[in-house]
């Protein structure tokens, strides 16, 4: 019968093949010897499994790195045993399962009474004994230590645990210090990373505020050339306060301030001051409706509020062409919710906290609400207007009820790097980056270090990434938003296999940026307008490219002298036919191909070749 059983600390070994003391203190001292200044984990990790084994009289062993927080293990290295080296499995299974339940040492005289085991039956290693140790740290399982017989006539005893736990703590000792090097190597990364984002910031900086300042200046003088009655002063004054407040934000960013939406005022404050605004900009009525005790808000709280009733009104502007709009925020005793209506043109259907729809404000509403963990209802009537109710609660101490997203950032350019982590971090309460990087190297390596919740990367690092994915069985699947500048094939089928749910163009808006991004993390997948634009015509030229191999022969011709730049008149004497055939011939190619012109046809040639 196998049995288990929860051992002492012995002080001798016994019933192993015979290894005389000063062979034990050799294969001590020779460990600790390739231990002295390495810092890898898994070489650490084979040499003390590969000792430990050795010592033993076994080949047969395996380590794992235990995260019992979170209820799940990691097989981290593997020696003839053949238990899926580098796959990860819930705390419920296998030997490191009964090891972290008992919380101490377990000897079994055959692997076959493993619950939920993870060695094949037919392997001679499913009736061999198995000794398995905790790898403990300051009183927590870290890990466990597993050494195999090899076969079925080999029975362990305590004196064999004992030196196993030895190795274990070898092995404990190789964790920490390898997680200390991470750690102390991930703090000069991010310190070089921090020097680099703030020299490339001051440079933008130095760029806007100058463009900024001369604006002003233009603007001035077009004011002081514009007749007083002008309807171009209204315009010209709207536009000087959008420079000073654009001017404004990025010094406030380079100085490492938070976004000012809700700086130094109340909620209430800033939502009047945006209302004020909007009624200046445009023929709508705006109204304000603060009711119950005011409570005082954690900045994320009032920052996500107000980005959510100023996209809220922003859309009934933008898209509704209402000519009335009310706001009301409310106060009560479990949480504040914001109000906003319109009698606008409304749209069909009614939309909930899922949204499942493509309206891109909408999305990002609903993410911004999930994030405070609240609710979001959007009622809309054809023709009557739309309702956007947003509740969040309070939490106990003011604050967000939820940790922030955790992001990395790479791209192989430094300012666009550096200006989506500046943008992103004060923009975005709801967003915490982690790092940035410039190569896949840096990255791949965060991303088993630090545990993002997701990764904006630029399209130079997308493929490489999706096949990075492919190659590492343990990668967890994490939301990716990619910053692309044109769309292709390899571009949409590497997007397919990294996980991509979100598109960003070099000429997307703050606003864009941050709304997508929050949607990915949500779950969502999101394209800003600009991309979703560029898809299109992106297909549009494919089908019509496409279209383009059934052309005949004598049309191919033609193409191509298209292509030289050759009038009807030359195509025709250079073929010998009649100027009139040529133009047949060009307007059979324009039908085929759906191309709009001669450009765009000698375009799709381009394309084709």
Not at 379 to 399: C, F, H, I, M, Q
Request: with cysteine; net charge negative; aromatic share 4%.
């Amino acid at each position: 019968m196998p049995y288990m059983q929860q051992l002492p600390t012995p002080n001798q070994s016994q019933n192993r093949p015979s290894e005389t003391p000063l062979s034990e203190l050799d294969r001590i001292t020779e460990l600790a010897s390739d231990l002295a200044g390495q810092f890898e984990l898994v070489p650490l990790l084979e040499r003390v499994l590969g000792h430990a084994a050795a010592l033993l009289g076994c080949e047969s062993g395996s380590i794992s790195i235990v995260h019992e927080a979170e209820g799940y293990y990691r097989k981290e290295v593997d020696q003839g045993v053949g238990c899926r080296e580098g796959q990860t499995f819930p705390l419920t299974e296998g030997l490191t399962g009964q090891i972290v339940k008992t919380r101490g040492t377990v000897i079994l005289d055959r692997y076959a009474s493993v619950p939920s085991g993870h060695i094949d039956p037919a392997d001679p290693r499913w009736g061999s004994a198995v000794i398995g140790v905790p790898i403990s740290w300051a009183g927590t399982i870290i890990g466990t230590f597993a050494i195999f017989s090899d076969g079925p006539g080999r029975v362990f005893s305590p004196g064999d645990a004992s030196l196993v736990e030895l190795f274990a703590n070898h092995a404990a000792i190789a964790i920490m210090n390898s997680r200390l090097h991470q750690a102390a190597a991930a703090k000069e990364r991010e310190a070089a990373v921090a020097g680099e984002r703030e020299r490339a910031v001051q440079e933008v900086h130095e760029t806007i505020g100058r463009s900024l300042g001369s604006l002003l200046l233009h603007l001035d003088r077009a004011d002081k050339a514009t007749p007083g009655k002008s309807p171009s002063t209204q315009h010209i004054d709207s536009a000087r306060v959008l420079a000073h407040e654009a001017l404004f934000e990025t010094r406030r960013t380079v100085l490492g301030l938070g976004p000012s939406s809700v700086a130094d005022r109340s909620l209430e404050d800033a939502v009047r001051q945006e209302l004020d605004r909007v009624g200046a900009n445009d023929p709508m009525d705006v109204t304000l409706l603060v009711t119950g005790n005011p409570h005082e808000l954690a900045p994320v709280v009032a920052h996500q509020l107000f980005m959510i009733i100023q996209e809220a009104v922003a859309n009934a502007v933008a898209h509704a062409c209402a000519t009335r709009c009310r706001v009301g925020i409310f106060y009560d005793t479990t949480g504040i919710t914001a109000v906003v209506e319109d009698n606008g043109r409304g749209f069909e259907g009614r939309e909930s906290a899922d949204l499942k729809g493509s309206r891109l404000g909408l999305h990002g509403m609903a993410a911004r609400v999930h994030y405070l963990r609240g609710e979001l209802h959007v009622e809309s009537t054809l023709g009557w207007g739309t309702s956007v109710r947003a509740r969040v609660p309070y939490s106990s101490n003011g604050d967000a009820s939820r940790e922030r997203w955790k992001v990395l950032v790479a791209c192989t350019q430094p300012l666009l790097r550096a200006g989506l982590v500046r943008l992103l971090e004060t923009s975005e309460p709801s967003v915490q980056i982690l790092g940035e990087f410039g190569t896949l190297e840096d990255l791949t390596e965060s991303v088993s270090l630090l545990q993002p919740d997701m990764i904006v990367l630029d399209e130079h690092l997308l493929s490489r990434y999706a096949k990075a994915r492919v190659t590492d069985a343990d990668t967890v699947e994490r939301p990716v938003v990619a910053v692309v500048d044109r769309f292709a094939d390899e571009l949409l089928a590497a997007a397919a296999s990294s996980g991509v749910r979100g598109f960003l163009s070099l000429s997307s808006t703050p606003a864009e940026v941050a709304r997508v991004v929050v949607a990915a993390a949500r779950g969502d997948a999101l394209l800003d307008g600009a991309m979703f634009t560029r898809l299109a015509e992106t297909r549009q030229t494919a089908e019509s490219a496409s279209t383009a191999a059934h052309l005949t022969v004598r049309e191919l011709e033609v193409r191509d002298l298209l292509a030289e730049g050759l009038a009807d008149k030359q195509i025709a004497t250079r073929l010998g036919i009649s100027v009139k055939t040529v133009e047949k011939h060009v307007g059979a190619m324009l039908r085929k191909t759906g191309a709009r012109n001669r450009t765009m046809l000698v375009t799709l040639q381009q394309d084709t070749r």
